[in-house]
């Protein structure tokens, strides 16, 4: 099974979106090593940084970029992903104190 990995690169100046793939097995899910491997071979040395939100930085410090983040998988299969951003705005608009009507 392939699985597309969206991703960004910020640089200082800017950031880059792309893609990478991994192929794995029907049913599996990637690892931090298949994310690993992955940026290697893209020429990406990489640790992980945020296992929750999936920030990789890199290991060289002469690295031009500042850190890579997945922004979603895509296997094929129609799923459903909380947008964390959109839930984080909603939440700050959204009152504290609700009550019924």
């Known amino acids: 099974m392939e699985c597309i990995v969206h991703f960004e690169v910020e640089y200082k100046q800017k ?3 792309l893609r990478g793939l991994i192929f794995l097995d ?4 990637p ?9 290697g071979d893209m020429g990406y040395k990489l640790r992980l940084a945020d296992q929750e ?3 990789f ?17 895509d296997t094929g299969e129609e799923n459903y992903q909380t ?5 984080s705005i909603i939440s700050n608009l959204l ?3 609700t009550r019924p009507i």
């Open 15 to 17: 950031t880059k979106e």
């Open 26 to 29: 029907k049913g599996k899910t």
């Open 31 to 39: 690892t931090e090593q298949d994310f690993l491997s992955m940026f």
């Open 53 to 55: 939100n999936l920030v």
């Open 57 to 73: 930085l890199p290991t060289e410090p002469s690295a031009e970029y500042q850190k890579v983040r997945i922004r979603r998988l």
């Open 83 to 87: 947008d964390r951003e959109l839930k």
């Open 95 to 97: 009152p504290k104190d």
